[in-house]
Structure formats: structure tokens, C-alpha cells
Nanobody, 127 residues
Framework: QVQLVESGGRLVQAGGSLRLSCAVS????????VAWFRQTPGKERVFVAA????????YTANAVKGRFTVSRVNGENTVYLQMNNLEPEDTAVYYC????????????????????WGQGTQVTVSS
């Protein structure tokens, strides 16, 4: 059983930075595809960024490209989401998710691809 625990969310001013962490247990993170999604009240979860299993190739949503970076540290079994130049529109609950399968690249942006989810961490960006 894979477990994910997010941390690092808090209130920050627009233009600021945050680094979210996703601690993975139950499997070695390099053997997993891991993604970050975000969700606002009343809306579906939206893809933010993902890491392909094995190579660790990264994929980032257009809305955050150039501002957000996903990475992993194998020795820590943790995936990070570095968020820079934050905007009020980035306010959401951020979730990390993973699957033990081998999803194709085009499916990494779909929430339905992932069967394991963390509890989420709140990010609030004030203007």
C-alpha cells in the first residue's frame, strides 16, 4: 500500500514562493509516476505537474509553466513542488497522487489515472 503525505501549504503574499512536499511510503518514489493536482471549492481537481516513473521526466501545466517546478529526491523518497511568483489564482488545496501502474504520458494529467492520493495541503495567496 502506498501512502502520501503533503505538507508546506500556508498563506503567502502574491509574488512569493512556497515549496510543497509529498512524502511517499510503501514504494520507492523512482518506481512511481507522481503528480500534483489542485482543487478549489466546487470544482474538479486540476492537473499541475507530474513526474514520469523511472526517468523522472517532468510535465507541467501551461497555467503554471515557468513558475512551478516538480522534482523528486530519491534518497528522501519525497516529491517537491516549488512554486514561485505565486498569484491569487493559485489559491487551492494541493494534492499529490500516484499510481503503481505505468501510465502513458497523455494520461498523467488525468486525475482518474491515479489510485493513491494524499490528504491535501491548503495554499492561500493574498493579493
Amino acid at each position: 500500500q502506498v501512502q502520501l503525505v503533503e505538507s508546506g501549504g500556508r498563506l503567502v503574499q502574491a509574488g512569493g514562493s512556497l515549496r510543497l512536499s509529498c512524502a511517499v511510503s510503501g514504494r520507492t518514489v523512482s518506481t512511481l509516476a507522481v503528480a500534483w493536482f489542485r482543487q478549489t471549492p466546487g470544482k474538479e481537481r486540476v492537473f499541475v505537474a507530474a513526474l514520469k516513473r523511472g526517468t523522472g521526466t517532468t510535465y507541467t501545466a501551461n497555467a503554471v509553466k515557468g513558475r512551478f517546478t516538480v522534482s523528486r529526491v530519491n534518497g528522501e523518497n519525497t516529491v517537491y513542488l516549488q512554486m514561485n511568483n505565486l498569484e491569487p489564482e493559485d489559491t487551492a488545496v494541493y494534492y499529490c497522487a500516484t499510481t503503481t501502474g505505468s501510465p502513458i504520458v497523455s494520461s498523467l494529467s488525468l486525475a482518474s489515472t491515479f489510485e493513491f492520493w494524499g490528504q491535501g495541503t491548503q495554499v492561500t495567496v493574498s493579493s
